[in-house]
């Protein structure tokens, strides 16, 4: 019904920048909140970035806050996530979800029920 896929992972070096982008298909994109989330070695997937199904509303976790920006463009069922001054703390396997249901929560895995397989992103020296 609805398939996900990441691109724009590397590597980069501290204060360096990367895009990812998140290809949607299915015809449904442009109504569901969306997420991205990130999993860095040996631990849980983790809450990053959130945009409402309009757009009218972004959540950034604390950690990425002025530093990452999230956006979509629903007519070529597209979503971004523009990173700045990476720092090496930001290593991880990145993933786009899609929401079960709009709402006000975003930051449990647990409440989106469609997800890409990943894209890697290293910073180091």
């Known amino acids: 019904q609805v398939q996900l896929e990441e691109s724009g992972g590397g590597w980069a070096q501290p204060g360096g920048s990367l895009k990812l982008s998140c290809v949607a298909s299915?015809?449904?994109?442009?109504?569901?909140?969306m997420a991205w989330f990130r999993q860095a070695p040996g631990k849980e997937r983790k809450f990053v970035s959130a945009?409402?199904?309009?757009?009218?509303?972004?959540y950034y976790d604390e950690s990425v806050r002025g530093r990452f920006y999230i956006s979509r463009y629903n007519d070529i069922n597209t979503m971004y996530l523009d990173m700045e001054s990476l720092r090496p703390e930001d290593t991880g396997v990145y993933y786009c979800?899609?929401?079960?249901?709009?709402?006000?929560?975003?930051?449990?895995?647990?409440?989106?029920?469609?997800w890409g397989q990943g894209t890697q992103v290293t910073v180091s020296s």
């Open positions: 979800a899609r929401k079960k249901y709009n709402g006000n929560w975003f930051e449990g895995d647990d409440e989106y029920d469609y």
């Open positions: 299915g015809r449904f994109f442009g109504t569901s909140d």
């Open positions: 945009v409402t199904w309009n757009s009218d509303a972004k």
